[in-house]
């Protein structure tokens, strides 16, 4: 069974479409990135997935059926602006969200302890959400998601303000819900992320998906005809040579597709003694390469960072 089937849907306001005939299917118990720049749909396709607002056209089914508020127990909602209650204190908000979602007594304080202490927020429980830095807070947020054991988790932009050990921990638990059959979504607009775990992807830009599939095979099709180039010295003369298609330049670092039949051996030749080369591998290209060749325009806030 899959755990959501969108089938044609649209949203306009006004005359301007917000997502326009987008299909795909996730099947159960795997990781679904949903990416595409900022503004091309992905929260809206989200809000219209937890029925927030009604598509102008098309269906929705989750979990083998339409959504309803019976529906919602059985799913985790991160939304990106966070819904939390900064007078609160996190002990007393969090057993009150998990009271809302079907936990009582000893389950619900077994649960926020567990969580708590799995996020390091136990000398917090006391403290006032607004004292908890925007980190802690997007910790805070994922533990509501989560607290209730839902069947599938809709995440639009999880990692949003964790540093790098904060959104690792956020990686392993999303795995471990997927080695437990949980089936989970994520939307967001870096790359790197969608490439570490996601079984399967859909690009969305300007309202429309341009993408969508499994992960390795998508990349399979491109070819292993991509070369990363960390180096140090000037490279710009790598633009000329006739066996170069399409470059994206980090500075010290590059990603260089070549054209058919290309032999990337030949490129090695021709830049030993000219630059310091600290490291020539021959790969499928990176989904941000990927990203970058559907959309067509290079946003520097969406590319990996190296």
Known sequence: MNALEIENISKRFGDFYAVKKLSFKIPQGTIYGFLGPNGAGKTTTIRMMMNIIIPDEGSIKILDRKMDEKMKERIGYLPEDRGLYPKMK?????????????????????????????????????????????????????????????????????????????????????????????????????????????????????????????????????????????????????????????????????????????????????LVGKININKFEVKEPSLNAIFIDKVGVKDEKDTVSH
């Open 90 to 270: 996190v002990g007393e908000l969090l057993l009150f969200l998990a009271e809302i979602k079907g936990l009582r007594g000893s389950k619900a304080r077994e649960e926020i302890d567990f969580w708590l202490e799995r996020f390091d927020l136990s000398d917090w429980r006391k403290k006032k959400v607004e004292e908890l830095s925007r980190g802690m807070q997007q910790k805070l947020q994922f533990i509501v998601t989560v607290i209730h054991q839902p069947e599938l988790f809709i995440l639009d932009e999880p990692f949003a303000g964790l540093d790098p050990v904060n959104t690792k921990l956020l990686k392993d638990i999303m795995l471990e819900m997927k080695e437990k059959g949980r089936t989970i979504i994520f939307s967001t607009h870096r790359m790197e992320q969608i490439e570490m775990i996601c079984d399967n992807i859909c690009l969305i830009n300007k309202a429309e998906g341009v993408l969508e599939g499994n992960l390795s095979q998508i990349k399979k099709q491109y070819g292993k005809n991509t070369v990363v180039l960390d180096y140090d010295g000037d490279a710009s003369f790598v633009q000329s040579f006739p066996e170069v298609e399409k470059i994206d330049d980090y500075g010290k670092f590059m990603e260089i597709k070549l054209k058919e039949q290309s032999n990337p051996q030949d490129l090695l030749l021709k």
